[in-house]
Every structure is written in structure tokens, then in C-alpha cells.
């Protein structure tokens, strides 16, 4: 079942003084394919969850339309839009046991008990939860509140799951394991669904595609690769990972765009449509994308280590360059191989252009 948002837009009015408005969502457009797990990603107050909201049918939208399906559903109740929110607070009844809580659902639109029991049993055992029925909520870890969370939304069989931060209430390791657990339920039931994190790598880990959202207005709508490796403007890939931004003019234009830094060429495979001959540009370096080296008049800059930091299976460093307010970050990922730097060592950085990407 496809999902897909028209010129939605969301105004809300501040109660105490009518005259002000804030405008949360901005002529989003999206179409979310049938199967697919789409992302919206962003700072808090970027306008995901309250699209989120829209979509489900728990805010409406000022303007614009919602289909499912091919369906306009934009004066339907949330409960009949025919899909299943997964919440940040699991909002499990803690009255109620894990076999209980998870056919909730499927009482409320009348099944037989037999039919209930069938369904939930199947759906437990999918879930690692068939050793956990009778027990009370109490009894669970965060990690197994969430999958009886997840199992209750999809014993139901929605046709759209939404996922409202769903992990941000656990620990870094089950975050970890919980969101490929999402992302196996997900693909083996083959539910359209969407996912609303502020975490980056969350959303690189579950995601077909990922839409990066800022102050209410889509900023990109990718894949994962395509949004950390060819972002399309300064704040998806600051707000992606980590960056290094390296500005200059462009000079030459064609299959590869030329940029001159400290007057000296440089040609980049990649770039935006958007970048023109004669501009200014900025040149995106991932810290990975850079190597460490001795210093060499042909290095593309050279500096002094400010910082290392040893993490085991990386080496991140700091290197400080003359002329430069922000320090360069390179990260080292088999420094037994590359060797070790240490603060105050004077190093050159080289790169390969394959792993820059160009913005005007």
C-alpha cells in the first residue's frame, strides 16, 4: 500500500495570542512505495512527527492532501486509515499480560478467541515472545516491552506501519539490536511503513530511502548512501555524520567540476547541478575520506595534529591549518596499518576525489 502526501502543510495557531502562527510542515510531497521503509529525519521541531501525525490521522493537516493506497484520506479517523502506530512509550496496559496486550487489538474489532489465540501465538513466536504470554508488563525488559509493542501493532495487519521514535526510551546496545529486529519484522511482512528518528544512524541502518527535514520543509529525499555520501546542501551533510567543508571558486566545469583552493586546481567526479562556472563552491570531505600523510607541497593542505583520540578499531584526529578558523577531522580506521600520530606532529592530508562531493 502506497502512502502519498500533496502540498501538506500544517499551521498551528498559538492559543494565547490568535494572531501568531507557526508553521510546523511546509508543501511536503512525498510518495512512499508500497513495501518500502521511509525515514523522516531531523532536529527536534523539524516538522517529522507532527507529518507523521498527519499521516496517521491523529493531526490534521492545514492544507494538502493524504492518500493511501491511491485513496484520498484526508477526513478519515485515525481509526480507519488502516494503520498501526508503533510509540515512543510503547503504551503498553500494564493490567494486561504480553499474550493479552497483544490481541487487544484484534478483540476490539471482535475475532473470536480461538481466531485470537492463533494469530497471537503466530506473531509471538515471530517475535521471540512465545516464553513470555502470561507474563505481566512489569516483568519486561525496555527491549521486550518494545517487541510486544511491535507485535501488537502488526498481529493487527496494518497496511502502513509508523514508527514515533520508537527506541529513544532504550539503551545504546538494545537500540542497536532493536532496530535491525525492526528492520527483519519489517521486510518479512512486506509493511510499507515510516520511521520518525532523530538519530542519524538509526535511520541509515532501517531505511530504503530517508527524508531529512529542517524548520518544517524537506531538504533531501534519498537513499542512505545517497544522502551521507551526495547530500545536497550544507545542512544535510553537517547534520548527517561528520563533515569537512572546504570552500573555493569553480574554475573549470564539464564531467568533473575544478575548484581553486589557495590557487591551486582540484577536479571532483561529483557535484550538484546547482554548481556554476565562475561561483564559489563548497567541497565536502567525510573524515574517513582522508588520508594522513607526511607533509608534502602536494598534499592538499598541511597542518598540525591538535588532537588524537585512539578508539581501538580508529584513530580520530583534530589537525589544525593555517588560515583555517575550524580544524580539519580524519579518521584512521586501521591505524596499526597507517601508522600512529601524536599531538604536535606537522602531517600533510591527501584524498581521493571519489570520496568528495561538490555544493554550490
Known amino acids: ?116 489465540k492463533v494469530e497471537v501465538d503466530k506473531i509471538m513466536q515471530t517475535m521471540g ?39 529513544s526510551n532504550l539503551d545504546a546496545k538494545l537500540r542497536d539490536q532493536m532496530r535491525t529486529e525492526i528492520r527483519r519484522i519489517q521486510q518479512k511482512f512486506g509493511i510499507t511503513s515510516i520511521y520518525v528518528t532523530h538519530d542519524q544512524e538509526e535511520a541509515m541502518t532501517v531505511s530504503d530511502r530517508i527524508m531529512v527535514m529542517d524548520r518544517g520543509a524537506i531538504q533531501q529525499l534519498g537513499t542512505p548512501f545517497e544522502i551521507y555520501s551526495r547530500p545536497v546542501n550544507h545542512f544535510v551533510a553537517d547534520f548527517i555524520g561528520r563533515a569537512n567543508f572546504f570552500t573555493g571558486n569553480v574554475t573549470g566545469l564539464g564531467k568533473e567540476v575544478t575548484i581553486s583552493i589557495n590557487k591551486r586546481g582540484f577536479s571532483f567526479p561529483t557535484f550538484n547541478k546547482d554548481v556554476k562556472m565562475g561561483k564559489r563552491a563548497t567541497i565536502i570531505i567525510r573524515p574517513e575520506g582522508l588520508h594522513i600523510t607526511k607533509q608534502s607541497p602536494d598534499a592538499f593542505f598541511n597542518g598540525t595534529i591538535s588532537e588524537a583520540v585512539y578508539l581501538g578499531s580508529t584513530m580520530e584526529y583534530e589537525i589544525t591549518v593555517k588560515g583555517r578558523t575550524e580544524p580539519i577531522v580524519a579518521i584512521s580506521y586501521n591505524p596499526v596499518m597507517e601508522g600512529f600520530y601524536k599531538v604536535g606532529d606537522e602531517v600533510g592530508v591527501t584524498f581521493d576525489p571519489i570520496s568528495a562531493h561538490v555544493i554550490s
Not at 508488563?137 to 520508537?166: C, H, M, T
Open 1 to 116: 500500500m502506497s502512502v502519498t502526501l500533496v502540498n501538506v502543510t500544517k499551521i498551528f495557531t498559538d492559543q494565547d495570542d490568535k494572531s501568531k502562527e507557526f508553521t510546523a510542515v511546509k508543501n511536503v510531497n512525498i510518495e512512499i512505495r508500497e513495501g518500502e521503509m521511509v525515514t523522516f529525519l531531523g532536529p527536534s521541531g523539524c516538522g517529522k512527527t507532527t507529518t507523521l501525525r498527519i499521516i496517521s490521522g491523529f493531526e490534521q493537516q492545514t492544507k494538502g492532501d493524504v492518500y493511501i493506497d491511491g485513496k484520498l484520506v484526508n477526513d478519515l479517523p485515525a481509526n480507519k486509515r488502516d494503520s498501526s502506530m508503533v510509540f515512543q512509550s510503547y503504551a503498553i496496559f500494564p493490567h494486561l499480560t504480553v499474550a493479552q496486550n497483544i490481541g487487544f487489538g484484534l478483540e476490539l474489532r471482535r475475532f473470536k478467541k480461538s481466531e485470537i
Open 129 to 167: 515472545l512465545s516464553a513470555l504470554g502470561t507474563r505481566q508488563p512489569s516483568q519486561l525488559s525496555g527491549g521486550q516491552q518494545q517487541r510486544v509493542a511491535l507485535a501488537r501493532a502488526i498481529v493487527n495487519k496494518p497496511r502502513v506501519l509508523l514508527f514515533d521514535e520508537p527506541l
